[in-house]
């Protein structure tokens, strides 16, 4: 079975500065590969997904995300952080299961400092 | 607009009853999905169905139950069966079962037991 995880539960920078969130994922073959975010009291919002081809994804919002097959990894960057950033990020794998289930992360909260 | 609703946003139950959280589509999406959302702990899925008149358990089943008797709608019971059910209830669906279709969710649900 898949599974994906989220290294830092919380994330502070200072509006301005790079962000970074880590996303490890275990899948046997190539996954499908999910970043959503989520402000407070919401649902989910999609910001990006990769499913093959180039390895540097770009998204919504100015995120981009790089899948890394030699590192399981599937890292969300963004170069200049905004104040409307501020929310919580959950990484996601889909895999070649019923029922096209998402696997979820246990998500990382970003704050972010003025 | 298409999209997911979700209703209502916010529920409170007493303890020993059982509520219902609505999920309604105009997508025209095939597979609709139910997950449970706990602080630090991701997204637990709860029930997911692929076609109507047709669901399946997923990974935290017990205490809940759906029903499909439409494409468009997918309600979740929370019975009294289940032990600790305030939490952030959201409904997702897609497009079709091919995997890596990716996932819309509603606004979600907060469900508090007083």
């Known amino acids: 079975a898949q599974s994906v995880t989220q290294p830092d539960i919380h994330i502070t920078v200072s509006e301005g500065a790079s962000l970074e969130l880590r996303c490890n994922y275990s899948y046997g073959a190539t996954p499908y590969l999910f970043w959503y975010v989520q402000s407070p009291g919401q649902g989910l919002q999609l910001l990006l997904k990769y499913f093959s081809g180039d390895t540097l994804v770009q998204g919504i919002k100015g995120f981009e995300a790089e899948f890394k097959r030699s590192q399981s990894s599937f890292n969300l960057r963004k170069p200049s952080v905004h104040w409307s950033d501020a929310a919580e990020y959950f990484c996601a794998v889909g895999a070649n299961n019923a029922g096209n289930m998402l696997t979820f992360g246990g998500g990382t909260r970003l704050m972010v400092k003025p | 607009d298409g999209g997911i609703t979700q209703s209502p946003k916010y529920l409170f139950r007493k303890e020993g009853q059982n509520v219902t959280l609505s999920c309604e589509q105009n997508?025209?999406?095939?597979?609709m999905y139910w997950y449970r959302q706990d602080p630090g702990q991701g997204l637990r899925l709860i029930y997911y169905?692929?076609?109507?008149?047709?669901?399946q358990k997923g990974d935290i089943a017990e205490g809940y139950s759906v029903s499909r008797e439409k494409k468009e709608s997918f309600p979740l019971t929370v019975t009294s069966a289940q032990k600790n059910p305030t939490a952030f209830y959201l409904c997702?669906?897609?497009?079709?079962?091919?995997?890596?279709?990716?996932?819309?969710f509603g606004q979600g649900t907060r469900l508090t037991v007083v």
């Open positions: 997702a669906s897609s497009k079709g079962t091919g995997w890596g279709t990716e996932a819309f």
């Open positions: 997508l025209n999406h095939d597979a």
């Open positions: 169905s692929q076609i109507v008149n047709d669901f």
